[in-house]
């Protein structure tokens, strides 16, 4: 099998550089290898639980956070907002 | 008096005969932690200051004759990916090497309230991702009984500082055996709860649907103490639990007359050390002599356990990891030409080799075309998993097994070779699979002098009877609880 | 050749609960930047979503309304992608199981009321994402987490729909809907309820569908008419040149009329859904479903029909009255009070609106029951007050306790129609204006309005206009 590396890491938005490329391939063909050996099982998970129904939150507002302790950690801020590179404008 | 060497039991008791402050127990603590975290760097953020006023606090409610919670001028260690408000969190990892959370996770918060005091935060795997605390960006926590070998991992700093006397008690997080394994190289006891008892809110998420925070401790009392203190509903966590839980503390004082015990065969076989086997089943024999009915059983589904669990753990951690991206908190690269730029520099720069590696796993495995193949498949077989547990648990009340495949082994034995490190796990791994509590506890030593661990798994929210079978065979030790000698 | 337009479209409304969708923040619009968040919606590492249970009904109702099938029991999955509005770099919706799936909505084709069903192929709850701020005055982008976790829902249609008149018809009714059972404010200035489009053309009488385009920034009703229009007349011009039209998201821009490529197909992004573990099971006690459908009021389409045929309304009027759900029915009580639709209708749609926009309010923030609507109407039928009077009752009565007749006895509006008053009248006006008598001489007739106004004027408007218009036009023929 062969992963398509550059692909991945870009969905994965990480750097891979092409020196790289052959050891990354390996290290994660070595795990997917395991993955291998599982038997063929048919089917598919519903990802469905109805014996475990989740709670529900009541439509209560609380308090939100001060807008400083939410931007607080913020690698960079102006006017009260975080500040990242130009983006398309595009919703 | 060296009161680091106490329990939090113990202290706990002499807090409330006068026999002791907190301020005292601080003063032990902070003492010993000045004398051997240099050889052991069990933390990566100190918290002395805040302890002390906690602690000032605490002794004046004490002298003022107020009621408080057990645990209340207690220090305690916390594992460095639970958020803990005004005290950095990094998870040991550059990506957040500078995160100070506006906020305390719940645990942390119930703590709080209990008047628990943080000594600190620990050490550990980065993003909790290995078995070895190894892949901490920060340093390198050594084991307090062996100082060249690892501590386990990834709560290896919570396990270390509790061996080593620099916390009577400590919390770590269990995605896969993080807590069980540490506990068994360390030689301390660690409680991984059933999924869904203790809230993860405030928990770095590693892998949501497997990750479970809970207690180490020197004894089994101390443990059942701290996981009574953390566990229960919260309504900030989805996963949480409504399941009203025994009295964890009455249910101690039980014997185990009549326990069924089952002892699956799948984990005694090649890949487990002869003489962890041993020791293992010379446990169980004690317990038998104690009342204990020991049978045999087979889980024939745990071979699948290792593939399974690392695509559903990597394929969720490629999602949860996917916020730290620069922009609203921790590391952001410092050049870049434009914002995809800014995401890859970031995150190639901010994280370590073994994160990135789960995540273009996990991200490969979702991806389309191969999510049947391997995400889906995984989660059949989780289930298949789980069924056969539960099967299991219809002959027995209990399963013990090794913790880990070995004692704990030296610095660098495994980490090359990512397949071999994640065969440490291959205990631990099925308990998490499959959502249930297990417990790991000292069970004697190897050839090589480090510390052997015994697992015990039962069904979901058993969390009274492990902790049961756990304090009787302490009972039958005559106690596991000895800080590590580090003189 | 003669092409066919085939349209789906994907409608995102926010509900208008009281907190967001998995946390307890307020939802609001318009607050200071980044003021309405914590933990949990700017993605902060350890936090988890707790989903409101509110969205859940909401959408239910929603589902209801459009006929749907409701999945009782769904899950919430992530989409992941990363951008700087997305704090978690996922998105939490639904991909396969959507709560709700199977409706249509009947839209009306003409003005007999005859209507086409639009098939809805799924409803699902989401999440939606922050704002981007842009401006020339710095080098970056500006990020307001305000609106994430706003909770949407997605509407998606089949691709039924042929022309963009039929797109209008589609997303007013939704609106409508929306409005109908309160369930979101429908501001499409403040982006409450956005739109994506898709489009294709094939030839007319092809069962096969074109090649789809879809067109995103499509931020109002209307935008989406010219979207459409604009996409279809360029697809058309590619195929009659001998080209292809290829698979790609497009970018329309509302100002220049035009759109752009946006990302091709080689580009499509890949989302990795799978299941939120933060997440359990949804699972809704079918009793509480069931609850939820008796809660649906009649519906905007079946009112209209009902108005064309029941009360022989216009369908202009019609269509204006069942535009929103508090109008619709106290148009059917007054009505029900034995007022002619057709004056009540007049009322409600002209001076009633009017104040209504003037103080920019709703018929439930006045005091304007049915009961004092209809008493006014009867006593302008029974010739009481006149219409002009009407005004003024109205005026004192929509914001106050006071009756209309209460209001015509202390106004003194009653309508005098005794002719021998009324002639009186008209001698002392036309006494009083002699040059407009002149012009009339001269052969200048429409100063009969003018001397008309005068008397209503003279008998403070109590005059019956039209006995007086019939007596001063004799008296001046007399002349």
């Not at chain 2, 909790?128 to 926590?141: D, H, L, R």
Request: hydrophobic share 35%.
């Amino acid at each position: 099998m062969e992963i398509d590396i550059k692909h991945i890491a870009k969905l994965a938005r990480l750097r891979i550089e092409d020196d790289e490329m052959e050891e990354v391939q390996k290290k994660m063909l070595s795990v997917l290898e395991m993955v291998e050996n599982l038997p063929e099982i048919t089917g598919k998970s519903s990802g469905l639980d109805r014996e475990n129904p989740m709670e529900l939150r009541k439509d209560e507002v609380k308090p939100s956070m001060r807008r400083d302790l939410i931007l607080a950690n913020a690698p960079e801020t102006r006017s009260g907002c975080l500040l990242v590179p130009k983006t398309v404008e595009v919703e | 008096m060296e009161l680091y060497k106490l329990s939090a039991a113990e202290l706990a008791k002499m807090l409330r005969e006068g026999k002791c402050t907190s301020t005292q127990i601080l003063d032990s603590i902070y003492e010993r932690i000045d004398a051997v975290e240099d050889k052991v760097e069990a933390f990566v953020t100190i918290t002395k200051e805040q302890a002390y006023a906690k602690a000032k606090e605490i002794d004046e409610k004490f002298a003022r004759g107020e009621k408080l919670h057990p645990l209340a001028g207690i220090p305690i260690a916390i594992k460095d990916n639970i958020c803990t408000k005004d005290v950095l969190t990094t998870c040991s990892s550059k990506m957040l090497y500078n995160f100070v959370p506006p906020y305390d996770a719940t645990v942390m918060q119930k703590l709080n309230d209990c008047g628990a005091i943080l000594v600190g935060k620990t050490n550990m795997d980065e993003f909790a991702m290995g078995s070895s605390t190894e892949t901490s960006y920060f340093k390198k926590t050594k084991n307090p009984r062996g100082l060249d070998r690892v501590p386990g991992g990834s709560s290896g700093g919570s396990a270390a500082a509790v061996a080593a006397g620099e916390a009577p008690i400590s919390l770590g997080s269990d995605t896969g055996g993080s807590i069980r394994q540490p506990a068994s190289f360390c030689g301390v006891v660690g409680l991984k709860p059933t999924y869904g008892a203790v809230s993860r809110y405030g928990l770095v998420a590693f892998a949501s649907s497997l990750d479970q925070i809970g207690p180490f401790g020197r004894t089994v009392e101390d443990v059942a103490m701290l996981f009574s203190a953390i566990c229960g509903r919260d309504p900030m966590d989805a996963t949480s639990s409504k399941h009203e839980h025994e009295d964890v503390m009455a249910a101690l004082n039980g014997d185990v007359k009549g326990l069924r015990i089952g002892i699956p065969a799948e984990y005694f076989g090649d890949g487990i050390d002869a003489e962890v086997k041993e020791s293992v089943m010379a446990a169980v024999k004690k317990l038998e002599e104690q009342g204990a009915i020991v049978k045999e059983i087979s889980l024939p589904s745990t071979k699948y356990a290792l593939p399974a669990y690392y695509i559903i753990a990597s394929a969720e951690a490629s999602s949860n990891l996917a916020r730290f991206d620069g922009v609203k908190y921790g590391y952001r690269a410092k050049e870049f030409t434009d914002l995809t730029d800014m995401y890859e520099r970031t995150r190639s720069e901010g994280f370590g080799e073994e994160v990135k590696r789960r995540i273009m796993l996990g991200t490969f495995v979702l991806s389309s075309g191969y999510y049947d193949a391997y995400y889906n498949r995984a989660k059949l077989l989780q289930r298949q998993i789980a069924d056969e547990f539960a099967k299991g648990f219809e002959e027995c009340d209990i399963m013990i097994t090794p913790t880990s495949p070995s004692t704990a082994f030296k610095f660098g034995a495994n980490s090359s070779d990512p397949v071999k490190m994640y065969a440490a796990d291959i205990c631990t791994i099925n308990v998490n699979i499959a959502g249930l509590p297990g417990i790991s506890v000292p069970c004697g030593v190897g050839a090589d002098g480090m510390p052997i661990g015994m697992q015990m798994i039962g069904p979901k929210f058993s969390e009274a009877t492990l902790l049961r079978t756990a304090a009787n065979y302490e009972k039958i030790c005559g106690g596991f609880g000895s800080v590590a000698d580090l003189d | 050749m003669d092409y066919e337009i085939v349209v789906g479209l994907e409608v995102h409304a926010e509900l208008n609960t009281q907190t967001k969708i998995y946390c307890s923040c307020k939802n609001s619009f318009g607050s200071e930047v980044n003021s309405n968040c914590c933990p949990v919606c700017t993605g902060m590492p350890g936090s988890l979503p707790v989903l409101n249970e509110k969205v859940v009904d909401y959408a239910i109702r929603m589902g209801h309304a459009l006929g749907c099938k409701i999945n009782n029991v769904c899950k919430q999955d992530r989409k992941n992608y990363f951008y700087p509005d997305l704090p978690k770099a996922y998105q939490i919706s639904q991909y396969d199981v959507p709560l709700c799936e199977h409706g249509h909505l009947d839209i009306i084709m003409d003005e007999e009321g005859n209507t086409k069903s639009i098939g809805v192929t799924r409803i699902h709850i989401e999440e939606d994402a922050g704002k981007l701020l842009h401006s020339d005055r710095f080098a970056g982008s500006l990020v307001d987490l305000n609106r994430c976790g706003v909770p949407l829902i997605e509407i998606v249609s089949e691709p039924d729909i042929r022309s963009s008149k039929e797109a209008k018809s589609y997303l007013d009714g939704i609106r409508a809907i929306l409005g109908y059972l309160d369930i979101s404010d429908c501001k499409m200035q403040e982006g409450s309820i956005r739109c994506d489009v898709n489009v294709s053309v094939r030839p007319k009488g092809s069962d096969t569908f074109g090649t789809r385009v879809e067109m995103k920034n499509v931020n109002s009703f209307s935008a989406a008419e010219r979207a459409i229009d604009y996409e279809a007349a360029r697809q058309i011009a590619v195929l009659e040149k001998g080209g292809v039209v290829l698979q790609e998201t497009r970018r329309w821009d509302d100002v220049h009329g035009v759109n752009e490529v946006l990302r091709s197909k080689e580009d499509a992004q890949d989302y990795r859904y799978f299941p939120d573990p933060d997440l359990l099971t949804i699972v809704v006690d079918e009793e509480h479903v069931e609850e939820l459908r008796r809660s649906i009021p009649e519906l905007p389409v079946h009112r209209l029909q009902r108005y064309l045929k029941d009360y022989g309304l216009p369908y202009f009027d019609s269509n204006l009255l069942v535009e929103n759900v508090d109008k619709a029915e106290f148009f059917e009580k007054t009505a029900a009070l034995g007022a002619a639709p057709k004056s009540v209708t007049n009322w409600l749609l002209g001076d009633v609106t009017k104040v209504l926009n003037e103080k920019n309010c709703l018929l439930s923030d006045t005091k304007l029951t049915p009961e004092k609507l209809a008493e006014m109407i009867a006593l302008i039928d029974k010739k009481e007050i006149s219409n002009n009077a009407g005004k003024t009752v109205l005026d004192e009565i929509i914001f106050s306790d006071k009756t209309p007749a209460q209001v015509v006895e202390e106004k003194g509006l009653r309508q005098i129609s005794d002719s021998s008053f009324l002639e009186k009248v008209a001698d002392e006006v036309l006494a009083a204006n002699p040059k407009a008598v002149e012009d009339y001489k001269k052969g200048k007739t429409n100063v009969v309005g003018f001397l008309v106004g005068q008397c209503m004027r003279a008998s403070k408007g109590q005059g019956n206009p039209t006995t007086l218009r019939e007596i001063m036009e004799k008296k001046l023929a007399a002349l």
